[in-house]
């Protein structure tokens, strides 16, 4: 059995305790993250507000629990819309080899060419402010990450003898593509869904702070640091806190992903 | 191997297509971050830009906050108390029986067009509010039958009945005096007669005014001034600590102010205004028609913890639609006090517990900060709330105010004496009250105790009604270099008055 590589562990550990905190604001957070409790604005931590409280009297920290929902969600959407269309987009450029191949890659390239964030403050201005935008932009924005890296694996996987044995006994594209192909480039689409998971987390984040994200009062680690300015002088913790766990879902999910790419990949564990 | 041709085009096309993204952000990034400049120049930091600069035709506050005293004049204008004074017409006289105006108007206005100010335009542009304007303010204007030029320097209007409003609605947008020939473009080319000429408009971004140096009265100080407009409360602050700007026109974010306070290189003037926040409801729903609803929503909300809260306790507590400025203010919070148990029952009684509620926002400070407030407090009293936020000024005006495709709403009403122009059934309010109309049609036509006395009634009938929730009055809070001069204390005109500002 191959050995579990520290990345890979700490990664693991992270993005569970992410995932565990999210299930549990499902049932359970100190407060309620939404309600506006005037007599208790702007409260320093303290044992019943480990956090403290915002403007509005909300507790932080339950604000920080139900937000890792929103972080996941977005996530999940994201690299869920990137993976569906970018997965088959690449196998398809693997397979379909002269001009239409090209023309998926090089139009691959154009959408490479528009930064992230730009796109998705496109889609918030055309569209409208919502998780929903913000999640569908981001994972747009993804597809030519994953379309680029399950081409390279899909080209690898059409040279083997198995494939080539399969087209030779006059095995359909398709079946081909789905039986032998997808099979064997999981690996990378795992190791990719872990990478795009940690930029769609920054990019959420950007998003709602720059006001095209999530809108208020759905918590939102991002929105959380936009309405924390106010107070950056008079309470910076108030943005120090979601900082910290921006930070550290993105180390999280980064981490993940460069373990489970040193696992699945045998030149890596060859040179170990 | 070597790339073949259509590879290479692609790839430049790719190339093309990034060079221009990159270009328009550098473009935006150069304009937004220009200096103020030297001493003849002056940059004002604002929020709502205007949607166009026609509000002729278009609806919204930030035009004439712009264009009018400054640009446009009016025949007759209000001073810092509110008190009519002359403008263009240097005097006026007004008949026995109320209906018949003469004006004596200034011979050496000139407008930017080169045409000479005469009492055709001041006819031309009278009748005009009557043809050609499409916004709901032109229906001021309904009462004049008939406007002369009795000779180049004097103007005669006649009203169908007495009214006590239209003179003073003849020192707002609608009193704007336009050039006969200068009206083809007024969404991008006005043409005023005022002490600025409108210079450029950077969408998204500023709108530039130069100083008429051939105005008919005292020119102002600065050569040029730079409105800026800011979507983001703290980039606003920034601003002017950085120096981009030099006013904050009005403060979006009152909780930073003590960074301002705290520091001798700047002001902060703090004033009343005009700016009545209003959660309005959407009265032509059913839901709302019943008067339950509309009483159950004013007394779930602890006026005092939400302006505490979302506008760090600046502002005041009103009660109705009339500012303190105004003669006939009566405070009226008494009214509807919070209760919340009270509230819940009445919820109850009329159906609306349990209900989902859209709440649809304009993407500006004030609103997204209390809605929040708003959402929490109601909810508490068995509403379920569900906040849209809509972009301001485009998608607001359209959805909202335009269509009238809302349950709630917030946003500072800032014109003048609006009470009857904001609740009436054609306004996005849509409030269909005889008795409110019956009020304000009997202050119009009466002498000056009987405006005051109907003014006071119908104020306390939209209190009574519930026919919104008025969560507290905007203050003036500005700040600005310590070196300018002649900034308003209060803000109760529709102008930010730019003529006065000096160093």
């Not at chain 1, 120090?240 to 699945?264: K, T």
């Not at chain 2, 109320?98 to 930017?112: C, E, G, I, P, S």
């Not at chain 2, 003048?416 to 009997?442: E, H, M, S, W």
């Amino acid at each position: 059995m191959k050995r579990l590589n520290p990345s890979l562990i700490a990664g693991g550990v992270i993005v569970a305790g992410i995932v565990v905190m999210a299930l549990v604001s499902f049932v359970w957070t100190p407060y309620d993250a939404t309600l506006v409790s005037p007599a208790s604005r702007l409260l320093e931590p303290s044992w019943s507000h480990w956090f403290g409280t915002d403007k509005f009297g909300r507790d932080v920290l339950s604000q920080i629990m139900v937000g890792s929902r929103t972080t996941l969600f977005v996530g999940v959407v994201a690299v869920g819309v990137a993976a569906v269309i970018g997965v088959p987009l690449g196998i398809l450029a693997a397979m379909v080899r002269r001009w239409p191949g090209e023309v998926i890659m090089r139009g691959n390239d154009l959408l490479l060419a528009f930064p992230a964030l730009l796109l998705a403050i496109m889609f918030g201005a055309v569209f409208g402010a919502s998780t929903l935008t913000a999640m569908v932009a981001i994972g747009i924005a993804s597809v030519p990450s994953f379309a680029r890296v399950i081409r390279s694996g899909a080209l690898q996987v059409m040279r083997t003898e198995y494939v080539l044995a399969a087209r030779a006994a006059g095995r359909q594209p398709f079946p081909i593509a789905l039986r032998h192909v997808l099979p064997n480039v999981t690996s990378l689409i795992t190791v990719q869904a872990s990478v795009s998971f940690a930029i769609a987390v920054l990019a959420e984040a950007a998003l709602s702070f720059l006001g095209y994200g999530t809108p208020p009062p759905t918590p939102s680690w991002g929105r959380m640091l936009q309405e924390s300015q106010e107070f950056l002088f008079s309470a910076p913790r108030l943005a120090i806190f979601p900082g910290i766990a921006i930070a550290i879902a993105v180390l999280g999910f980064n981490l993940l992903g460069d373990g489970l790419r040193d696992r699945f990949d045998p030149k890596l564990e060859d040179r170990r | 191997m070597k790339p073949s041709f259509s590879t290479r085009a692609v790839a430049f096309l790719a190339a093309a297509a990034l060079l221009a993204v990159t270009a328009c952000s550098a473009g935006s990034g150069t304009s937004s971050g220009s200096s103020p400049g030297g001493d003849q120049n002056l940059a004002i930091g604002l929020v709502a830009e205007p949607a166009s600069l026609d509000f002729t035709t278009t609806d919204g506050a930030a035009i004439p906050q712009v264009l009018l005293g400054n640009v446009y004049e009016t025949l007759v204008k209000q001073d810092d108390s509110g008190k009519i004074v002359p403008s263009l017409a240097k005097s006026w006289t007004v008949s026995p029986d109320r209906k018949t105006y003469t004006f004596d108007l200034v011979d050496n206005a000139k407008f930017t067009n080169d045409k000479q100010f005469t009492a055709n335009d001041a006819v031309f542009s009278i009748n005009r509010v009557k043809t050609a304007w499409t916004t709901s303010l032109k229906a001021a204007m309904d009462v004049v039958s008939q406007a002369k030029a009795l000779s180049p320097t004097q103007l005669q209007v006649t009203l169908a009945k007495p009214s006590n409003d239209w003179l003073f609605r003849m020192t707002t947008r609608i009193g704007a005096m336009f050039s006969e020939s200068g009206v083809s473009a007024l969404a991008t080319a006005p043409v005023g007669s005022g002490p600025f000429k409108f210079s450029k408009w950077n969408r998204g971004d500023s709108i530039v005014m130069v100083r008429n140096d051939n105005y008919w009265g005292s020119k102002p100080y600065f050569q040029q001034i730079t409105l800026k407009y800011f979507k983001d409360a703290t980039a606003l602050n920034n601003a002017l600590l950085t120096g981009t700007i030099n006013v904050i026109g009005t403060v979006q974010a009152p909780e930073a102010l003590s960074q301002f306070t705290s520091n001798d290189k700047y002001q902060v003037i703090e004033g009343t205004t005009n700016g009545e926040v209003l959660l309005s409801f959407n009265n032509s729903l059913p839901l709302f028609k019943d008067i339950r609803t509309r009483q159950g929503i004013r007394m779930a909300i602890d006026h005092k913890a939400l302006l505490d809260t979302c506008w760090a306790g600046r502002g005041k507590l009103i009660g109705s639609m009339v500012p303190p400025t105004d003669p006939w203010y009566e405070d009226l919070t008494g009214v509807a006090p919070y209760d919340l148990a009270k509230a819940k029952s009445l919820l109850q009684a009329s159906g609306a517990a349990g209900k989902t509620l859209r709440l649809r926002l304009p993407t500006l400070p004030y609103a997204t900060s209390c809605g929040q407030v708003v959402k929490s407090q109601l909810e508490q009293a068995g509403l379920k709330v569900a906040i849209d936020q809509l972009e301001f000024p485009a998608a607001w005006l359209t959805t909202v105010f335009k269509n009238a495709d809302y349950d709630m709403s917030i946003i500072a009403h800032v014109e003048p004496r609006d009470l009857g122009a904001v609740f009436n059934a054609k306004y996005y309010t849509r409030y269909d009250d005889p008795t409110l109309q019956g009020y304000l049609a009997a202050a119009d036509s009466g002498d000056e105790a009987a405006q005051v006395d109907n003014l006071k009634k119908a104020a306390r009938r939209l209190s009574e009604q519930a026919a919104g929730d008025w969560l507290f009055l905007l203050p003036n809070l500005m700040v600005a270099d310590k070196s300018v001069k002649g900034l308003p204390t209060n803000a109760i005109t529709e102008n930010f008055d730019l003529s006065k500002l000096a160093r």
